[in-house]
């Protein structure tokens, strides 16, 4: 019976955070973490209150929950995942050609489901040191991630970084062309609506 209630405890808790996460992704400026309601969130639910307060003494303990939510890497399938198994499906292929379908891949992630990194670029915006904390903690993340793939696919190719590059230096590149890319793309899709063999140039001109 314990066990059981601490199993729906659980279920009610994720699917709270869920729904404010959901909330923050639509709307990340007007639905900031400040602006979350506690009416709002069980209202999506159909919950009552004090379904609410049974599992946060009150709102401010479930905003700062909120925010490990949607800074958490295990929601995410991590990209070293992802990409090791997408690079070992095109190893045969011609350097450039595999490169621009893993360049498509990790496009269409982030356009196809925007609400997540529309969510970080809001919650930048606010500079304050705990949110800036987890932001930090979750670039480190993107940074190892994307360099593990390239330790991976660059040898398999025969292709090493150039000249005073790591692939460290260009995870951190790669991560900061895709942002500035989305943000352009989200007001002038057409200026990013480039083919694939395009979206390669930012990786092919740090290897040789």
């Known amino acids: 019976m314990i066990e059981g209630r ?57 905003r700062a929950d909120l925010l ?26 011609p350097f ?19 609400g997540p990194l529309r969510a970080f670029l809001a919650l930048w915006l606010l500079e304050e040191p705990s949110v800036r904390a987890s ?3 979750q670039y480190e993340f993107q940074t190892r991630s994307w360099s593990s793939v390239l330790d991976l696919g660059l040898p398999l190719f025969g292709r090493r970084p150039r000249p005073g590059w790591t692939t460290t230096q260009q995870a951190v590149v790669m991560t900061a062309l895709i942002e500035g890319c989305f943000l352009r793309w989200s007001l002038d899709p057409g200026a990013v609506a480039v083919a694939d063999e395009e979206r390669s140039v930012f990786v092919a001109a740090m290897v040789e």
Not at 13 to 28: H, I, K, N, V
Not at 96 to 114: F, H, I, K, R, Y
Request: proline residues 3%; aromatic residues 8%.
């Open 96 to 114: 450039s050609e595999a490169v621009a379908v893993l360049a498509g891949q990790a496009w269409a992630g982030v356009t196809e489901e925007p």
């Open 6 to 62: 601490r199993r729906t405890g659980a279920e009610a808790r994720q699917r709270l955070l869920a729904t404010g996460a959901e909330r923050f992704y639509r709307d990340p400026v007007r639905s900031g973490l400040d602006r979350i309601r506690v009416q709002d969130v069980v209202g999506d639910l159909g919950l009552t209150s004090g379904a609410f307060y049974n599992l946060w003494d009150n709102l401010e303990a479930y």
């Open 68 to 93: 490990v939510y949607l800074t958490d890497n295990e929601r995410f399938p991590t990209v070293t995942l992802v990409l090791a198994e997408s690079l070992l499906a095109v190893k045969d292929r």
């Open 135 to 137: 932001l930090q903690a």
